[in-house]
């Protein structure tokens, strides 16, 4: 079955950087659009940007544009999203998700000053 692990949260100052990481197992990551979403507190999901399968072709919420950069290893089944210039905003728990929709259990990020 799809499993899915992020990790690379954690507590940042305002202007910091953060890279997380997906580690995915049980269907064949090469092929398959991947994304990553955010769940701030009391809020709904948040898509994030999106990769394609061959991680030629990427999209971004106009909020994190310039500041994330998604990429993928298909090679060793990785996602990655790096994050620079956070800000108190984007504390929240972070998701990958597959193009059917599974996520992992998500990691935590809190920009606090």
């Known amino acids: 079955q799809v499993q899915l692990v992020e990790s690379g949260g954690g507590s940042v100052q305002p202007g910091g950087s953060l890279r997380l990481s997906c580690a995915a197992s049980?269907?064949?990551?090469?092929?398959?659009?991947m994304s990553w979403v955010r769940q701030a507190p009391g809020k709904g999901l948040e898509w994030l940007s999106t990769i394609n399968s061959g991680g030629t072709l990427t999209q971004y919420l106009d909020s994190v544009k310039g500041r994330f950069t998604i990429s993928r290893d298909n090679a060793k089944r990785m996602l990655y999203l790096q994050m620079n210039s956070l800000r108190s905003e984007d504390t929240a728990v972070y998701f990958c998700?597959?193009?059917?929709?599974?996520r992992g259990q998500g990691t935590q990020v809190t920009v606090s000053s």
């Open positions: 049980g269907f064949t990551f090469s092929a398959y659009t």
């Open positions: 998700r597959t193009q059917t929709g599974e």
